[in-house]
Nanobody, 128 residues
């Protein structure tokens, strides 16, 4: 069973940086996408960054493009999200997600319904 555990959240001032980590266990294959989603109170969960695990060419939502960077360490089965120039509107619960195996290509890698494995989330709070 795939298990995802996020860490690295916290409280920062606007303009600051944080790096989130997501450790995956129970993985049986390598052909899957992984992504970061976030959900602010009263809002829908939105995909902000995705990548084919073991590959490149990440996808970003416009709201984070140029500020956030998704990366991975295959040997550690870990996904990262480096967040810079944080804004108060980035405040949300951040979730790591993974698709099922056999997903070699996705036309909509930020679509929530494409992902079947989810972590418990880590809170990010940005103050002005």
């Amino acid at each position: 069973q795939v298990h995802l555990v996020e860490s690295g959240g916290g409280s920062v001032q606007a303009g600051g940086s944080l790096r989130l980590s997501c450790v995956a266990s129970g993985i049986t294959g390598t052909s899957a996408y992984m992504a970061w989603f976030r959900q602010a109170p009263g809002k829908e969960r939105e995909g902000i960054a995705a990548i084919y695990f073991g590959g490149d060419s990440p996808t970003y939502a416009d709201s984070v493009k140029g500020r956030f960077t998704i990366s991975q360490d295959e040997a550690k089965s870990t996904l990262y999200l480096q967040m810079t120039s944080l804004k108060p509107e980035d405040t949300a619960m951040y979730y790591c997600a993974r698709t099922g195996e056999g997903r070699w290509y996705m036309s909509t890698p930020l679509k929530r319904t494409e992902y079947i494995h989810w972590g418990q989330g880590t809170q990010v709070t940005v103050s002005s």
